[in-house]
């Protein structure tokens, strides 16, 4: 497709992108024939982006090498030659912006541009959704959290085991220890592992699994109790088990337990 076809259509579905939204005032030096001058301009243009020249980390940037990218940033934000080199650097939120605004209206269009456009934001949306998806909602405590500080607790035993540290530190009540019980995607912060492991140690007067693996039917008595209101048929076995595995699950960054 030729891009002086491209830039000949109309662009209706543009018209709302006021780029000025994402401009920051930095000033930009012109270049000069003193090649230490060119030097520190090349060096701010490779860690800026090449539409508002905001200057950012790498991780909130992505490289545009496809010549089909280049021609809709360039059609949106009216960028000229500031995309011509061979690979430039972008803000994630101006994709994000395109993403937002045009999701809808490229579903209608059938002009090339409008193709080109729909390409765009397919292609995109699957590297914006990786670069949005590393913090989730934690179901103990229902703040958001790095997804490296999270389990994601599939058991049910494990989950009931939680349950019990959460309840005996007064922290939920019996209906919202049965809400969190029966969502099986029960991502929880590595924080309450510990902390119900404490607790459920503290509750026994033990000071290690060791210890744990030692107590009787009866000193798991009021533990019971309270699993007995998620599960009427769980078990003194299937507790110990699932409080072994729960230990057992080694945060993936360090911690003191």
Not at 189 to 204: G, N
Request: charged share 30%.
């Amino acid at each position: 497709m030729a891009k002086r076809e491209i830039k000949s259509e109309s662009i209706d579905f543009f018209e709302n992108n006021n780029s000025d939204e994402f401009f920051e005032d930095v000033e930009r030096k012109p270049r000069g024939s003193d090649s230490k001058n060119e030097k520190v301009l090349e060096e701010f243009e490779a860690l800026s982006c090449k539409i508002c020249w905001k200057k950012m980390p790498k991780n909130l940037l992505k490289l545009i090498m496809s010549e089909e990218d280049k021609t809709v940033l360039s059609e949106v934000f009216k960028s000229g030659e500031s995309l011509e080199t061979r690979a430039s650097y972008v803000c994630v939120s101006h994709i994000k912006k395109i993403i937002s605004d045009n999701d809808i209206k490229v579903k209608i269009t059938k002009t090339p541009l409008g193709h080109l456009m729909r390409s765009f934001i397919e292609r995109n949306t699957y590297l914006i959704r990786n670069r949005t998806s590393k913090r989730k909602i934690c179901k103990v405590c229902h703040m958001s959290e790095d997804f490296s500080k999270l389990y994601q607790i599939s058991s049910k035993g494990i989950r009931i085991v939680l349950m019990i540290g959460c309840i005996l530190r007064g922290t939920h009540s019996i209906d919202q220890a049965k809400s969190y019980i029966a969502n099986k995607e029960g991502a929880t912060c590595y924080s309450h592992r510990k902390k119900t492991i404490d607790i459920i140690f503290e509750h026994l007067g033990i000071q290690s699994v060791l210890e744990f693996s030692k107590c009787s039917t009866h000193a798991m008595g009021g533990l019971m109790d309270i699993a007995k209101n998620f599960d009427s048929n769980f078990t003194v076995g299937q507790f110990s088990h699932a409080f072994k595995l729960l230990y057992m699950r080694k945060p993936k960054v360090l911690s003191s337990l």
